[in-house]
């Protein structure tokens, strides 16, 4: 089964107030700690950039200008994966602690026989409803999950599910929104997605302490 792997790199980075995939992260760029798990795991990886980006990526990536929501990026990244592959994983650059074995769980359960495949991890706080500052509703936790990426999938599933230009914070959304079968392998506590400026130096101490164990 040929695997492939699009990591979206297009966003704006408005919540940390500039690109964030090229920040610099224990002397790599963050973004290039994706690109190395996709290239450990995948026979193809496909990076969305920014349209005016002019990034350095290395030879054996294709790169392609992204669109102007996540999913639109996912798309524009889709449509340049080859027709033949089996598995595509979908994975955000901004989550550049999640390893080669991480990437193994999610597409092992694509081979095993699910539509997708997602990181997720059970909720510790107790999670509320509001509206403004006002709680009006308490959720059973038990049933809840929050998600990661890497997320693999079913080609066929995936393009399919993407077929209608759907809009979703992820892709197992879309794909459970045309009825596939997501299931969820177990999500790392350390697959923090950076988003504001004090996430980067989380990251820095969680690599620095993996070098430790190393
Ligand atoms: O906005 P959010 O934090 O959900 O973005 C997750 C990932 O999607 C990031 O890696 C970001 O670069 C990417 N993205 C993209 N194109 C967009 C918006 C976000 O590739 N238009």
């Given amino acids: ?25 224990g002397g790599r760029r963050v973004l290039d700690y994706a690109l190395a798990a996709a290239a450990e795991t995948s026979d193809g990886v496909v990076v969305v950039v920014p349209a005016d980006a002019d990034w350095d990526l290395g030879g054996a990536v294709r790169s392609v200008a992204g669109g102007a929501t996540r999913s639109e990026s996912v798309r524009c990244g889709l449509a340049a ?41 059970a909720i510790a706080d107790t999670v509320k409803r509001v ?6 509703g308490t959720e059973p936790r038990e049933s809840l999950v929050t ?7 079913r ?8 077929g209608a230009e759907p809009e979703g914070t992820d892709d197992a959304a879309v794909v459970e929104a045309i009825g596939g079968r997501v299931v969820v392998v177990g999500g790392p506590r350390d697959n923090l997605k950076i988003t504001e400026p004090e996430d980067l130096a989380r990251a820095e101490a969680l690599i620095r302490e993996r070098e430790l164990r190393a």
């Fill in 1 to 25: 089964m040929s695997v492939w792997t699009i990591v979206v790199a297009a966003g704006s980075g408005e919540r940390f107030g500039g690109p964030k995939q090229l920040m610099a992260l």
């Fill in 131 to 136: 509206e403004g500052d006002v709680v009006v």
């Fill in 81 to 121: 994966v080859p027709d033949e592959c089996d598995v595509v994983v979908v994975h955000d650059a901004a989550r550049p602690l999640a390893d080669a074995a991480l990437f193994r769980s999610v597409i092992d359960a694509v081979r095993a026989g699910a539509d997708a495949a997602v990181p997720g991890r």
């Fill in 155 to 162: 080609a066929s599933v995936l393009r399919a599910a993407h």
């Fill in 147 to 153: 998600v990661q990426t890497p997320q693999a999938f």
